[in-house]
Nanobody, 126 residues
Framework: QVQLVESGGGSVQAGGSLRLSCHVS????????MAWFRQAPGREREGTSS????????TYAHSVKGRFTISRDNAENTLYLQIDSLKPEDTAMYYC???????????????????WGQGTQVIVSS
């Protein structure tokens, strides 16, 4: 059974940075689509970024492009999300998700993903 464990969240001031991590165990890290989603209080979960763990293409939501960077370390079975220039509206629970990759690109659709972590909280104060 594939398990995902996020870490790296915290409370930061606007303008700061955080790096979130998602460690994958129980399955092969290669050949997967992985993504970061977030859910703010009272709002639906939204995709922020995705990556193909073998070929590497990335996709970003328009709202985070230029500030979020998704990456992976296949040797460590770990997915990362670097968040720079944090804004109060980035406050949310951040989740990583995974699914078997079919094709070269990876979606940011919640319903497409099979495996989910428990989330890590990010709070940005102004």
């Amino acid at each position: 059974q594939v398990q995902l464990v996020e870490s790296g969240g915290g409370s930061v001031q606007a303008g700061g940075s955080l790096r979130l991590s998602c460690h994958v165990s129980g399955g092969s890290f290669s050949g997967m689509c992985m993504a970061w989603f977030r859910q703010a209080p009272g709002r639906e979960r939204e995709g922020t970024s995705s990556i193909h763990t073998t070929t590497g293409p990335t996709t970003y939501a328009h709202s985070v492009k230029g500030r979020f960077t998704i990456s992976r370390d296949n040797a460590e079975n770990t997915l990362y999300l670097q968040i720079d220039s944090l804004k109060p509206e980035d406050t949310a629970m951040y989740y990583c998700a995974a699914k078997t990759a079919y094709g070269g690109s990876c979606p940011m659709l919640e319903r497409a993903y099979t495996y989910w972590g428990q989330g890590t909280q990010v709070i940005v104060s102004s």
